[in-house]
């Protein structure tokens, strides 16, 4: 019969065979967001629009985002501080802009509009090292490979990189349109009167016409003679409920 190993061996055995595995590093914080997993049928001049709306209470200095094949579904979002942008990020990561839930983290790089306003001396020399970089890392980049092999795969396969049919237009949602001098409103009560929204939004300076829908009771259009006074009666009258009960629905009308 074999002698039993004492305990205290064991124990000895334990902790030797133990290993700490030490954490990832995180990625240092910079006062730029490198945000993915963007809805790519949205169009580019309309996704930016919506990314500084998104990110205008963090003090968003700047949105860049490209249409080339290799950057759609990504941006960069710039702040004038690390702490702006952790905030940002904590705040809006996962956020579902059309549909789609925002990957973010900190990029790797300050962004040209960062340097500029924060670091302005050294703007020039900024540049000409992203430039010297991107020369040097043109055949190395992770992401360009991926794209490269994408496309070598595609003439492969006799097909394209391009879509067969030209895709469809994506409306932006209402609550990211641009500021304009008409409102558009819904959800009114069926019983509400012209005279009664003239009351109600002429309490805020230059308004300029309230017109009902015969045909729809639940909406109409109030419109102002400047953008900045349509703006202030939208922020202070959305959610409003004329009648006690349903919530006024407030957005910028479509250009």
Request: proline content about 5%.
């Given at each position: 019969?074999?002698?039993?190993?004492?305990?205290?061996?064991?124990?000895?055995?334990?902790?030797?065979?133990?290993?700490?595995?030490?954490?990832?590093?995180?990625?240092?914080?910079?006062?730029?967001?490198?945000?993915?997993?963007?809805?790519?049928?949205?169009?580019?001049d309309?996704?930016?629009?919506s990314?500084?709306?998104?990110?205008?209470?963090?003090?968003?200095?700047?949105?860049?985002?490209?249409?080339?094949?290799?950057?759609?579904?990504?941006?960069?979002?710039?702040?004038?501080?690390?702490?702006?942008?952790?905030?940002?990020?904590?705040?809006?990561?996962?956020?579902?802009?059309?549909?789609?839930?925002?990957?973010?983290?900190?990029?790797?790089?300050?962004?040209?509009?960062?340097?500029?306003?924060?670091?302005?001396?050294?703007?020039?020399?900024?540049?000409?090292?992203?430039?010297?970089?991107?020369?040097?890392?043109?055949?190395?980049?992770?992401?360009?490979?991926?794209?490269?092999?994408?496309?070598?795969?595609?003439?492969?396969?006799?097909?394209?990189?391009?879509?067969?049919?030209?895709?469809?237009?994506v409306?932006?949602?209402?609550?990211y349109?641009?500021?304009?001098?008409?409102?558009?409103?819904?959800?009114?009560?069926?019983?509400?009167?012209?005279a009664?929204?003239?009351?109600?939004?002429?309490?805020?300076?230059n308004?300029?016409?309230?017109?009902?829908?015969?045909?729809?009771?639940?909406?109409?259009?109030?419109?102002?003679?400047?953008?900045?006074?349509?703006?202030?009666?939208?922020?202070?009258?959305?959610?409003?409920?004329?009648?006690?009960?349903?919530?006024?629905?407030?957005?910028?009308?479509?250009k």
């Amino acid at each position: 019969m074999a002698d039993a190993v004492p305990q205290e061996s064991m124990q000895g055995v334990e902790a030797s065979v133990a290993v700490d595995v030490p954490a990832e590093p995180e990625k240092p914080k910079c006062e730029t967001l490198y945000i993915q997993n963007l809805n790519e049928k949205i169009k580019l001049d309309v996704l930016k629009s919506s990314l500084k709306g998104l990110f205008k209470p963090y003090g968003v200095l700047d949105v860049v985002a490209h249409k080339n094949l290799r950057m759609r579904g990504q941006a960069f979002v710039s702040f004038e501080s690390s702490e702006q942008a952790e905030k940002a990020m904590n705040d809006v990561r996962g956020f579902p802009l059309y549909s789609k839930s925002m990957q973010i983290s900190f990029a790797r790089t300050r962004a040209d509009a960062v340097v500029k306003k924060l670091d302005g001396d050294h703007f020039e020399d900024h540049k000409a090292h992203r430039s010297e970089h991107k020369k040097k890392t043109r055949y190395t980049n992770p992401l360009k490979q991926k794209f490269k092999a994408k496309r070598m795969a595609a003439e492969l396969d006799g097909g394209s990189l391009l879509p067969v049919s030209r895709r469809p237009n994506v409306q932006m949602p209402d609550e990211y349109l641009p500021p304009n001098k008409i409102l558009f409103l819904q959800n009114l009560p069926e019983t509400v009167t012209q005279a009664q929204l003239i009351a109600l939004f002429s309490q805020y300076p230059n308004l300029y016409e309230v017109r009902l829908i015969d045909t729809k009771k639940d909406i109409a259009f109030v419109e102002y003679t400047d953008e900045a006074s349509s703006t202030t009666a939208k922020d202070a009258l959305h959610n409003y409920k004329l009648d006690g009960e349903n919530k006024i629905k407030i957005t910028f009308a479509r250009k």
